[in-house]
């Protein structure tokens, strides 16, 4: 089996709209940082210096949304309640792990513009491919926009669904839809110059918003899309378990028999 690791790392030098910090304790103030907490927790008087070669372990304190990196979406993302269940939608935490371990099917999106992605747009790609999702596969979207990974670029050129095209996917007994790019829907200033242009709220943020009132999970930011066949693999994208998150980071892969 070979794995192909979908994931774009969490990299606080790259370009982020909300920044990450990253601060790292080396082994030797780890050392200090541990002697002074056995004296203020426990009352003992511990000499760092005689540890081998005076360091304890290293500790990495992280600040970043929960949507920085390769994520999993989860419905409360999408709005406080939902039209279908008990009318609350779920945290990532509540959601089954069965979803995220499924055969896997690439669409081909990409275009030299930002945009949207239609059902024609989705018709074509199932007909090049030949192949249509079935019940609880993984569709994954390769945008293209990876290759704008850690630049400002990243975020304003790629190219999102709209709502019919989601709702496609989602008759089509999809759980999970992937995408390469920063979001599942247009750029910002693509949804909205179309607002400005029409008045239509339908063009606002359809593929998030359809989730209000259907059950599914979007996974954003993925990388490396181009390394995989149309179908044939498996995706695995389980979701860190934050309890009562909107989203949760994953190490995605893909698992192709050899």
């Known amino acids: 089996m070979r794995i192909i690791d979908l994931s774009s790392p969490i990299d606080a030098s790259a370009y982020e709209p909300d920044p990450v910090g990253h601060e790292v304790l ?11 907490e056995m004296r203020e ?6 000499d760092p210096d005689v540890l081998p070669d005076g360091e304890f372990l ?19 993302h999408y709005g406080s309640r939902a039209g279908y269940g008990d ?25 030299d513009e930002p945009g949207v992605i239609g059902v024609a747009d989705l018709e074509k790609e199932f007909a090049r491919i030949g192949r249509r999702p079935e019940p609880q596969d ?25 709502g019919p095209a989601v709702h496609l996917l ?3 007994g999809v759980r999970v839809i992937g995408t390469d790019a920063f979001s599942l829907d247009a750029p910002f200033p ?50 860190v378990r934050l309890v ?4 949760g980071w994953t190490r995605a892969v893909a698992l192709l028999d050899e």
Request: with cysteine; glycine share 8%.
């Open 26 to 36: 080396s082994p030797r103030e780890g050392a200090l940082h541990m002697s002074a």
């Open 41 to 46: 927790h426990f009352g003992l008087e511990f």
């Open 58 to 76: 290293s500790l990495d304190r992280l600040t970043l949304t929960s949507h920085t990196g390769t994520h999993v979406d989860a419905p409360s």
């Open 87 to 111: 009318g609350v939608p779920r945290h990532v935490d509540q959601l089954p792990l069965e979803w995220f371990h499924r055969p896997g099917l690439v669409l081909d999106v990409a275009r």
């Open 138 to 162: 993984i569709v994954l979207l390769r945008t293209g926009a990876s290759a704008w990974a850690g630049t400002a670029r990243y975020f304003t050129d790629f190219v999102g669904l709209d």
């Open 170 to 172: 989602l008759d089509a």
């Open 190 to 239: 693509t949804i909205l110059r179309r607002w400005q242009e029409t008045a239509d709220p339908a063009v606002l943020w359809p593929a998030h918003v359809a989730g209000r009132d259907r059950e599914y999970c979007q996974v954003e930011r993925l990388a490396n899309l181009e390394a995989l066949p149309p179908y044939g693999f498996r995706v695995v994208c389980f979701p």
């Open 244 to 247: 009562g998150a909107g989203a």
